[in-house]
Nanobody
């Protein structure tokens, strides 16, 4: 089992920044990739980006590319999502997820955090 706990969400004005954290515990050595997803009210959960634990390879959705950055601290078993130049359309509940494959699809991730709310005001 892997447990994931997100933190760092909140309310920010458009153009501002936030950094989300995802602390992993349990059988983290079995996980290959960590993903970030978000879900806005009335919409499906969508891919934001992912990172591999070993080499730190990243990929991002086009909607956040150039504004969001994912990083990891292997010693702390923690993954971060740095969000800059935030827009009102970034408002959503953000989730981190852990999986054994690298994918943009939600079924590819076995474990999920509880989510953290990010609200961007205009």
């Amino acid at each position: 089992q892997v447990q994931l706990v997100e933190s760092g969400g909140g309310l920010v004005q458009a153009g501002g920044s936030l950094r989300l954290s995802c602390a992993a515990s349990g059988r983290t050595f079995s996980m290959y990739a960590m993903g970030w997803f978000r879900q806005a009210p009335g919409k499906e959960r969508e891919f934001v980006g992912h990172i591999t634990w070993s080499r730190g390879r990243t990929a991002y959705a086009d909607s956040v590319k150039g504004r969001f950055t994912i990083s990891r601290d292997n010693a702390k078993n923690t993954v971060y999502l740095q969000m800059n130049s935030l827009k009102p359309e970034d408002t959503a509940v953000y989730y981190c997820a852990a999986g054994m494959v690298i994918t943009t699809e939600t079924p590819g991730y076995e474990y999920w955090g509880q989510g953290t709310q990010v609200t961007v005001s205009s």
